[in-house]
């Protein structure tokens, strides 16, 4: 790291105040290493910012705001693999069965918004970010929606419950759809695990650095 970085972690806060010599020069010491060891850590598993106000609370003392930070992340990790784990029961399925629609015709917006449970609007949003790609009826105009169309905006609305944005849905189902369907959803699925485990470790390898600094800073 570049001694300017050093810096401004001390200016944000990141490291425990400095002492300054005689001819005014930063000294710092193995408490500051082992807090700069922790700050690096938990910012893979918290990011930067939910990092830095980590390493602020502890460093005035503030432990209980600096738990409640860590307690916070691990509680939306835990929601995000419940919803991961729930998406792929559903997902699963949805990419070995083809939906049935109405004696087994297209379905109309409002059938399929009421299928779905969302407003006819949202349907028309999805469409609009190219997720969505309905017929029309070439007398009435109208758009219908046939099985493909059908089985895309479920995945869309359970992908939607798990917080994704509509831009990345829409590359997920336009990969589906160049992989053929559950090759796709299965990387997709597999990515997403890949992802939450790569977080809990980060998050217990920042838990175990922050410990360390704790001790010493009992000990100082």
Same mark, same amino acid.
């Given at each position: 790291?570049?001694?300017?970085? /050093? @810096?401004?972690?001390?200016?944000? &806060?990141?490291?425990?105040?400095?002492?300054?010599?005689?001819?005014?020069?930063?000294?710092?010491?193995?408490?500051?290493?082992?807090?700069?060891?922790? =700050?690096?850590?938990?910012?893979?598993?918290?990011?930067?910012?939910?990092?830095?106000? /980590?390493? *602020?609370?502890?460093? *005035?003392?503030?432990?209980?705001?600096?738990?409640?930070?860590?307690?916070?992340?691990?509680?939306?990790?835990?929601?995000?693999?419940?919803?991961?784990?729930?998406?792929?029961?559903?997902?699963?399925?949805?990419?070995?069965?083809?939906?049935?629609?109405? !004696?087994?015709?297209?379905?109309?917006?409002?059938?399929?918004?009421?299928? $779905?449970?969302?407003?006819?609007?949202?349907?028309?949003? %999805?469409?609009?970010?190219?997720?969505?790609?309905?017929? *029309?009826?070439?007398? #009435? &105009?109208?758009?219908?929606?046939?099985?493909?169309?059908?089985?895309?905006?479920? /995945?869309?609305?359970?992908?939607? @419950? &798990?917080?994704?944005? +509509?831009?990345?849905?829409?590359? =997920? /189902?336009?990969?589906?759809?160049?992989?053929? &369907?559950?090759?796709?959803?299965?990387? =997709?699925?597999?990515? %997403?695990?890949? @992802? $939450?485990?790569? *977080?809990?470790? !980060?998050?217990?390898?920042?838990?175990?650095?922050?410990?360390?600094?704790? #001790? +010493?800073?009992?000990?100082?």
């Amino acid at each position: 790291m570049s001694a300017q970085a /050093i @810096r401004n972690y001390d200016d944000a &806060g990141v490291l425990p105040p400095t002492e300054r010599s005689e001819t005014g020069y930063r000294r710092y010491t193995p408490l500051h290493a082992q807090a700069l060891r922790t =700050f690096l850590a938990l910012r893979l598993g918290h990011g930067h910012q939910q990092a830095v106000e /980590i390493m *602020r609370a502890t460093n *005035r003392g503030d432990t209980e705001s600096a738990y409640r930070l860590i307690d916070a992340a691990h509680v939306a990790l835990l929601t995000e693999r419940d919803t991961r784990a729930k998406s792929a029961s559903t997902l699963g399925n949805l990419s070995t069965t083809t939906p049935t629609t109405v !004696n087994g015709g297209p379905l109309t917006v409002g059938e399929l918004a009421r299928r $779905l449970g969302v407003h006819p609007a949202t349907l028309r949003t %999805w469409e609009a970010e190219g997720i969505l790609r309905p017929e *029309r009826n070439p007398v #009435t &105009g109208y758009r219908e929606y046939g099985p493909d169309c059908v089985r895309d905006a479920e /995945i869309t609305r359970q992908l939607r @419950r &798990g917080g994704y944005l +509509l831009r990345k849905v829409a590359q =997920f /189902i336009e990969s589906l759809h160049a992989a053929g &369907g559950a090759d796709a959803l299965s990387d =997709f699925l597999d990515s %997403w695990q890949g @992802r $939450l485990t790569t *977080r809990s470790r !980060n998050l217990l390898a920042g838990a175990a650095q922050l410990d360390a600094y704790l #001790t +010493l800073l009992d000990q100082a």
